[in-house]
């Protein structure tokens, strides 16, 4: 339904992928707890930190803009901010390690990726049941932020 909903006002089918999440914290849950997200998506690491204020960027109870940083390099850099006593001169899963991070939660995704108006649409299904759709309009600042 989604898919011819998409077609019928221009929109395209960008395709289908899977993939596997594992999202780290330490036990207090530090960077969660702050609405900032460590995973290794497959083989990639990520990290998504939030921009602006709650009372600026929320959507409903779910924070809609983020600064995301991709590659180990990148992703440790911005984590020294986060991450008291982080080795960047070691491999960041060694490193997550030394600081006491582990995985909390693993996951298998399936995505079907749509274009329409500029915007990427993501519907996301969960092996745990879970579904979500995203509409998501790149920006190249945060001054891009409307």
Known sequence: ELEE?????GGQELGKVAFTDLYYD???YSLVSTDTWLRR???TWELKVPVGTEEEYRSGDERAVFR???GEASVMEALTEYVAGLDS???????????????F???HTIRQKWSLS??????????????IM????MCGSEDDVP
């Open 89 to 103: 001169s070691r491999p960041l899963a060694e490193a997550l390690q030394a600081c006491n991070f582990t995985a």
């Open 134 to 137: 995203e509409i998501e309009a």
């Open 5 to 9: 909903l998409v077609k019928q006002h």
């Open 118 to 131: 500029g915007c990427t649409i993501d519907l996301d299904v969960a092996d745990f049941g879970y579904s």
């Open 26 to 28: 330490d036990a207090e």
């Open 105 to 107: 939660a693993e996951f």
């Open 68 to 70: 995301e940083v991709e």
């Open 41 to 43: 998506r497959d083989d």
